[in-house]
C-alpha cells in the first residue's frame, strides 16, 4: 500500500546514508522500507549491505540479486541498524522484495527487538 509519501513498506529505495558516526552504515546505499507511515517526512529503513561473512548472524536476512528488487549482487538486509530518515535522503526507488523476504526480515526484528510474534 503506498502512502502519501509515495512509498510503501517492501519498497527497494536509494537512501543517502551520510553523514554517519561510528559503525553506522555510510554513504548512499540500497535500504529496505520497513515503516511508510508517519505524521513526520521520514520513512524507516533496514540498509542493504554486502555479506562479508556476517550472514551467520540472526540479524542479516539474505536478499538475492534481483532486478525485481533492484540488486546487482547478493547481498544481506541488515537489521541491526534500522534508522528513520528523511524523506529527503531517498535518492530513488530501484524495486520491491517479495512477501517472503518481508516475514523474513520481520522474524529477525521480532528476534532483535524482543517482541512477541504476535505483533507480525
Known amino acids: 500500500m503506498k502512502t502519501l509519501n509515495n512509498f ?8 543517502s546514508l ?3 558516526m561510528g559503525s553506522e552504515i555510510k554513504k548512499s546505499r540500497p535500504c529496505l522500507i520497513v ?3 508517519s505524521p513526520l517526512d521520514i520513512v524507516t529503513v533496514l540498509p542493504i549491505t554486502n ?11 539474505p536478499i538475492s540479486a534481483s532486478k525485481e528488487y533492484g540488486l546487482v549482487k547478493n ?7 534500522i534508522r528513520s530518515v528523511a524523506l529527503d535522503r531517498v535518492v530513488k ?14 522474524q529477525r526484528l521480532v528476534k532483535m ?3 512477541g ?4
Open 8 to 15: 510503501a513498506v517492501g519498497d527497494v529505495v536509494q537512501v
Open 18 to 20: 551520510d553523514p554517519t
Open 35 to 37: 515503516v511508510s507511515e
Open 51 to 61: 555479506d562479508n561473512g556476517k550472514s551467520v548472524s540472526p540479524f542479516f536476512a
Open 75 to 81: 547481498s544481506l538486509i541488515d537489521c541491526l541498524q
Open 93 to 106: 526507488v530501484l524495486g520491491r522484495v517479495d512477501d517472503n523476504t518481508m516475514i523474513d526480515v520481520k
Open 113 to 115: 527487538l524482543d517482541i
Open 117 to 120: 510474534e504476535e505483533h507480525l
